[in-house]
């Protein structure tokens, strides 16, 4: 199994920035793309940003241009910063673990609460 540790969320300001780090333990061996999905309430989760372990990444529409999801192979960690935060970002980001030739995450995180204030 893979375990995924979330951490960095927190309360933050519109127009500000927090960055989300995410540490895998466990068969980490089984893990091609890392990278964040979000729920925020009512809504369905959605993809934020991914990254294989060859550095390709992709972005949610929402995000683009604002956050840059970034992965240290040697230390199993995937990051997300995130600036010009808005209110809608608000929202429990969950970070995952893909297997190769998923089209889904195959391991979550517990998630992490980002909340942004107008």
């Known amino acids: 199994q893979v375990q995924l540790v979330e951490s960095g969320g927190g309360l933050v300001q519109a127009g500000g920035s927090l960055r989300l780090s995410c540490a895998a333990s466990g068969n980490i061996f089984t893990i091609n793309a890392m990278g964040w999905y979000r729920q925020a309430p009512g809504k369905q989760r959605e993809l934020v940003a991914a990254i294989t372990s060859g550095g390709s990444t992709v972005y949610g529409n929402p995000v683009k241009g604002r956050f840059t999801v970034s992965r240290d192979n040697a230390k199993n960690t995937v990051y997300l910063q995130m600036d010009s935060l808005k209110p809608e970002d608000t929202a429990v980001y969950y970070c995952?673990?893909?297997?190769?030739?998923?089209?889904?995450?195959?391991?979550w995180g517990q998630g992490t609460q980002v909340t942004v204030s107008s």
């Open positions: 995952n673990g893909w297997k190769p030739d998923s089209n889904y995450p195959d391991y």
